[in-house]
């Protein structure tokens, strides 16, 4: 038997000596409870310590007796199939207490992309977690861990924000803002062509944060805006990802290598060129040059697309005119900068 005390606010027995109700999280004192005797707790299975003071708390506690912080909910079992790695079950041991690790959203050159749910904030959070190949690569690391910084010290409504980088042992993660929704690449995939006033309004918010990045600490150029680096969340919002490489983190890190092809070749650098086969894209429901990669490299030099408005004949004048002139292969024939673009088509 152990003296407890009896909560005003729920009637449950609350063990003498905590200032807070382990079943409602309300502050209980002497004067207002009374003292009677029933037996101690038995901890259970499910017992845990308060993610706040380490303070011990049984299974049906719901609130820490000690400071009054919720109890934590239960991990999730994982068992999504793409989590049966290495890599997956080290992030979930690494993160363990702080992030309940959910499933993988994807994959890419650098590495994996995890969903997962920060505990304490009670949100959903992104974890992008280098590829295990890469690890032996000091370079490699390094230019991951400049895409977090790179990208934590932007902060645009329209760029995803980054809010903490780690590491664990040969772990190397970040965590940033999770968009609940798919990026560009799949909407055009299953909807393109677009809605010009579509088209405009995603132009619009990803040519002011391209914009942004470029006029922030001695410009920020992405170098690989492309369908799948933008996200599109269930309001409509478009948001840049994917700053891994770069062009303001591979100067200030010597990471930058002479005569490297840096992006993705349907959507070759620069910013303003990339985003106008974006926009070319979404109106045409195709990039502009397909075939061999060889191809279209030659292509992005030497061929001029085929006119808009022959293959969108509804297509407004001025958004046609705009989205080719950022497609000019001469540097000087684009647009200034990204605003005057965007503005030129009406976003």
Not at 4 to 24: H, L, W
Not at 82 to 111: P, W
Not at 261 to 289: K, N, R, W
């Amino acid at each position: 038997m152990a003296d407890t005390i009896t909560c005003k606010s729920c009637g449950k027995a609350v063990a003498a000596g905590d200032r807070f109700c382990p079943a409602c999280g309300t502050a209980v004192t002497l004067p207002d409870a009374t003292v009677i005797a029933q037996p101690a707790h038995d901890p259970g299975t499910n017992a845990t310590q308060c993610v706040k003071c380490g303070n011990p708390m049984d299974r049906d506690d719901e609130f820490c007796g000690n400071c009054g912080t919720p109890r934590p909910e239960a991990p999730t079992v994982v068992s999504h199939l793409s989590l049966r790695n290495a890599q997956a079950q080290h992030l979930i041991e690494a993160t363990k207490g702080e992030f309940e690790v959910i499933q993988q959203l994807g994959t890419g050159a650098m590495g994996a992309v995890y969903l997962a749910k920060d505990i304490a904030l009670s949100r959903k959070v992104a974890i992008k977690v280098i590829a295990s190949n890469l690890l032996s690569d000091t370079t490699m690391i390094s230019r991951f861990r400049l895409e977090a910084q790179t990208v934590a010290s932007l902060r645009h409504p329209n760029i995803v924000n980054v809010h903490a980088v780690r590491q664990s042992q040969d772990l190397h993660y970040f965590v940033m803002e999770f968009i609940d929704g798919p990026p560009l690449r799949n909407i055009v995939k299953s909807h393109a062509p677009l809605d010009v006033d579509v088209v405009k309004a995603i132009l619009f918010q990803i040519g002011s944060a391209l914009s942004y990045a470029h006029r922030t600490g001695g410009g920020v150029i992405h170098r690989d805006v492309k369908p799948a680096n933008i996200m599109v969340d269930r309001e409509g919002d478009s948001f840049v990802t994917d700053f891994g490489i770069s062009k303001i983190a591979e100067a200030q890190s010597g990471l930058t290598q002479t005569g490297a092809t840096i992006g993705t070749p349907e959507y070759m650098s620069p910013d303003q060129y990339a985003l106008g086969v974006v926009a070319y894209e979404m109106l045409c429901g195709h990039t502009p040059f397909t075939g061999s990669q060889y191809f279209i490299m030659v292509a992005h030099t030497s061929e001029a697309p085929k006119p808009i408005r022959e293959v969108r004949p509804d297509c407004p004048p001025q958004v046609a005119d705009a989205v080719e002139r950022m497609l000019a292969k001469v540097p000087e024939e684009r647009w200034p900068d990204l605003d005057t673009a965007v503005t030129a088509m009406g976003g």
